[in-house]
């Protein structure tokens, strides 16, 4: 049985920036991405990139393909996956709530297909200077809150620094700028290295990032790994991997934790012991105290 897709939901306030981002993956040469978008007009569809459209679904030269999103997206969502994606973007209307297309991601149909890999909210910098009272806007708010990640964009070098930080404490979202390397890593479960791009695409080092691999072949006691976790969770942007429990011997588990949302799912096929790959802010994310505390938790020597 291969891996379900991973998707990403792209929220934010009309005019937010929503389309721009989805083009930066577009462009990104990553992975075949399948982007279901509101509008075709706002993709950068050249024509030269047309390779072929079937029904709503536009297929490109790079391998990525977009799906209008018109009324119903389950159905959507089942002319996307027919075209093998490696992962699948979903821009939300700009005047919803999000929850309601986390709602359907949920729905048993397409659990063995697709999981929600995270819901991340493009905020308009110029727009909140302009008018602040959006912050109080019920809708704005929701969006942010339902979210993983917030990425700023149209962000002048004199605003961008404190409302990174007024967003971030308000909403206990991660904050990233729009004019910074984009780390696929955050965004995609399985997207390989330390990738990032840049605004226009371009990939290069993420050396504001650390990265920690760490296996063991020992299992780990359910408790205190959470408990771990928990710890180290305000340095982390992401944690993904195997994790064999001492209380569920034979049973490994996919363990998966983006912003501040973690979960555990039966793994898909037989995994002996514990592989971990953990993201942080370079700054913040000490690899060393985590490798130390994740290899005592395996010998047992943990408090």
């Not at 990553?30 to 050249?46: L, S």
């Not at 819901?119 to 008018?131: K, S, V």
């Not at 007024?166 to 390989?192: E, N, Q, S, W």
């Not at 037989?270 to 505390?293: K, S, Y």
Request: charged residues 25%; negative net charge.
């Amino acid at each position: 049985m291969s891996a379900p897709v991973p998707v990403i939901v792209v929220t934010g306030f009309l005019g937010a920036g929503k389309t721009t981002f989805i083009n930066r993956l577009l462009d990104s040469g990553q992975r075949r991405i399948a982007a279901i978008v509101n509008d075709f007009g706002a993709i950068n569809v050249d024509v030269e990139l047309i390779e072929g459209q079937v029904d709503a679904v536009i297929g490109l030269d790079n391998g990525c393909i977009c799906c209008s999103l018109q009324g119903d997206l389950l159905r959507a969502l089942k002319q996307v996956l027919a075209h093998d994606p490696e992962a699948i973007v979903i821009e939300a209307s700009g005047v919803s709530d999000p929850r309601g297309i986390v709602q359907t991601l949920a729905d048993p149909v397409l659990w063995a297909d697709l999981r929600l890999d995270c819901t991340l909210c493009l905020i308009d910098a110029e727009d909140i200077a302009e008018t602040p009272e959006r912050m109080d806007d019920p809708v704005w708010r929701a969006q942010v809150q339902g979210s993983d990640f917030a990425f700023l964009s149209k962000a002048g070098d004199g605003d961008a620094s404190a409302l990174r930080v007024r967003i971030g404490a308000g909403f206990r979202v991660r904050v990233f700028d729009t004019r910074d390397a984009l780390p696929m890593d955050v965004l995609f479960t399985g997207a390989g290295g330390a990738a990032a791009l840049d605004p226009a695409g371009i990939v290069q080092d993420a050396s504001r990032f650390a990265s920690l691999n760490w296996e063991s072949a020992a299992p780990l006691p359910f408790n205190g790994f959470q408990r771990l976790m928990e710890d180290l969770a305000p340095a982390l942007y992401r944690a993904k991997g195997f994790v064999s429990l001492i209380e569920r011997p034979g049973a490994p588990l996919l363990f998966q934790m983006v912003g501040r949302r973690a979960t555990f799912e039966p793994a898909a096929k037989p995994v002996d012991g514990c592989r971990l790959v953990l993201i942080g802010a370079r700054e913040t994310f000490d690899l060393e105290m985590a490798r130390g505390r994740l290899t005592a938790l395996a010998e047992g020597d943990a408090p």
